[in-house]
């Protein structure tokens, strides 16, 4: 790997690309038995248990996209466990014969579920102000720090929520792509959160903390806190705003980074593989030169806009929210009226003018900044649109040059797309299915697809400007899977990721051959479908005892 940081990020994301001929570099075998434990714990942690009121939270999915509609919840634990309810605790167990497995509400590539969840919590009543970790399997919270004194000396409900990665948890079946799936996960992450703070009436942003403090404040840099456990990448801090009055995070009243000087510890993680068999330092390598060594200062968070083009449900949004699953099989023979697929893609445009936002593109750092993440679209078997492949920019000042990048093809504007999709046919081509699976790493989920999108990157200009912006682009087609994900479920249908494509020959499909190495990239692979369900699989409650393992 190259010592400059830039060189590093690009020479990591060449090295880890799948090609026809060879797959990035992987285990060549897998223990199914063996696989690491998927909970961290911290043990000699107190354990406070949170409630469970989802079930009673009646706010439509239609409602979280009309500003105002949503009374703002008080911030106490029952609201904290609702929040955390909605995004990383457990949305139910299946089973098939002896094996017992957990799903998340946060989907996660592989279902390996990489991405930490801390929690700092001050002025609640029944929790000490202090750092907590999320343990999603017990939906409780493992107090890890107390605080002698509340930030800032105020009493004022103030919760912030940290995420680390545990690259191990992908490394051990994906290899050297590992750190790329995370932070697919962790944009994953970001929707989740923002969508169920979205329930509570509640908004985020990001405290944008270099890694360093990030990973002082979360407890990630005690060392004798891991001795004997896999260590956690420190990946992001965002504050939830509790009040609808206020438009931007309030200056801080105390340092973020300072608030845990002098509290008391606890607790020891546990290790989660006690034989791993592999090692890549090259992940270590690519997340040391992509982290952000300086904090930025805070945006102005911008407006929250009404989205006008929404799917014709009336699901409460916390029952759509826990009944997203990934897809494993989709009907061959399904298709989709235009009415279910327009507001699909209506949500994946961020901005609705200029300093206004939609759910959930109002958090984090890409609020502030224009998409670089683009939408290719093949099209499958969709009424109104032929089979073929085209193009959603996500910012209008993306147009000029993907057009420029790509002239031989069609850049008509989709016949019968509305205002708010601005969609481009490249090129009609009924046969377009089989050639996805094949570039789809053979998986039959990319050809019996209604469609599939391909998330395409601005890529070499952002990494000129900050090696850390390779983590953003990847967190921005993670996020942009997320709203794929719940809008397929708002629609009727279901959702899944594919991280496994063939990098380059997807570049080639789309013409990019001999064009500026690395000036565009397709990070991602999303496919939407009707789910074929199997039989043979048994489902459980999240919480219900006897389906545990």
């Not at 406070?48 to 500003?67: C, Q, V």
């Not at 457990?90 to 957990?102: C, E, H, I, Q, V």
């Not at 009727?492 to 080639?508: K, Q, S």
Request: some cysteine.
């Amino acid at each position: 790997m190259p010592t400059d940081d830039t060189a590093a990020v690009l020479a990591y994301h060449q090295r880890s690309k799948h090609r026809l001929d060879r797959y990035a570099p992987g285990p060549e075998t897998l223990d199914w038995d063996a696989q690491p434990d998927p909970f961290r714990r911290f043990a000699g942690a107190p354990l406070t248990r949170l409630p469970l009121p989802a079930d009673d939270e009646k706010a439509g999915w239609r409602e979280l996209f009309s500003p105002g509609a949503i009374t703002p919840h008080a911030a106490t634990l029952k609201s904290v466990g609702l929040l955390l309810e909605l995004s990383f605790a457990l949305s139910g167990w299946k089973a098939l014969g002896p094996d017992r497995w957990a799903m998340r509400c946060n989907p996660s590539s592989g279902n390996l579920h990489p991405t930490e969840v801390y929690l700092l919590a001050s002025g609640l009543a029944y929790l000490d102000d202090g750092l907590y970790h999320y343990a999603p399997k017990e939906h409780g919270l493992e107090q890890r720090a107390l605080l002698s004194r509340p930030p800032g000396g105020a009493n004022t409900p103030r919760l912030l929520v940290g995420f680390s990665s545990i690259h191990w948890r992908e490394a051990w079946k994906y290899g050297e792509r590992a750190f790329r799936y995370c932070q697919l996960d962790m944009g994953h992450a970001i929707g989740a959160l923002r969508y169920a703070a979205a329930v509570l009436g509640w908004r985020m942003q990001e405290v944008a903390l270099s890694h360093a403090e990030i990973a002082g404040l979360l407890g990630l840099d005690r060392t004798e806190d891991f001795a004997n456990a896999e260590r956690e990448e420190p990946e992001a801090v965002f504050e939830l705003l509790l009040a609808p009055t206020i438009p931007t995070m309030p200056g801080t009243p105390a340092e973020p980074a300072n608030w845990l000087s002098g509290a008391a510890w606890s607790g020891q993680a546990n290790r989660l593989d006690r034989r791993p068999m592999y090692r890549w330092p090259v992940i270590d390598a690519v997340a040391q030169a992509s982290r952000r060594s300086l904090r930025q200062a805070v945006a102005p968070l911008p407006a929250l806009a009404p989205r006008r083009l929404l799917p014709d449900t009336r699901v409460a949004a916390a029952t759509l929210i826990r009944s997203r699953r990934s897809a494993q099989r989709f009907d061959r023979r399904a298709r989709l009226d235009a009415a279910r697929f327009w507001p699909m893609l209506a949500a994946l445009m961020p901005q609705t003018g200029e300093g206004l936002a939609t759910i959930p593109w109002d958090a984090g750092s890409m609020a502030n900044m224009k998409p670089a993440v683009h939408a290719v679209l093949f099209a499958h078997r969709i009424d109104g649109l032929e089979p073929g492949a085209y193009l959603l920019p996500r910012h209008a000042s993306a147009l000029p040059a993907l057009q420029a990048a790509l002239p031989h093809l069609n850049w008509r504007p989709a016949e019968g797309a509305p205002p708010e999709v601005p969609l481009h046919e490249l090129v009609q081509n009924p046969a377009l299915a089989g050639t996805l699976r094949t570039l789809s790493c053979h998986q039959a989920i990319a050809a019996d697809a209604v469609f599939v999108v391909a998330m395409l990157a601005e890529f070499k200009a952002p990494l000129g400007q900050a090696p850390g912006r390779y983590r953003e682009l990847l967190q921005e087609a993670g996020l942009m899977g997320q709203v794929l994900y719940l809008e397929a479920e708002a629609a009727g249908l279901r959702g899944t990721g594919i991280g496994c494509y063939f990098d380059d020959p997807v570049h080639e499909l789309l013409g990019f051959t001999g064009k500026a190495p690395d000036t565009w990239q397709v990070l991602y692979h999303f496919s939407v479908g009707l789910p074929v369900a199997d039989a043979r699989i048994t489902s459980f409650p999240p919480y219900d005892q006897e389906a545990r393992p």
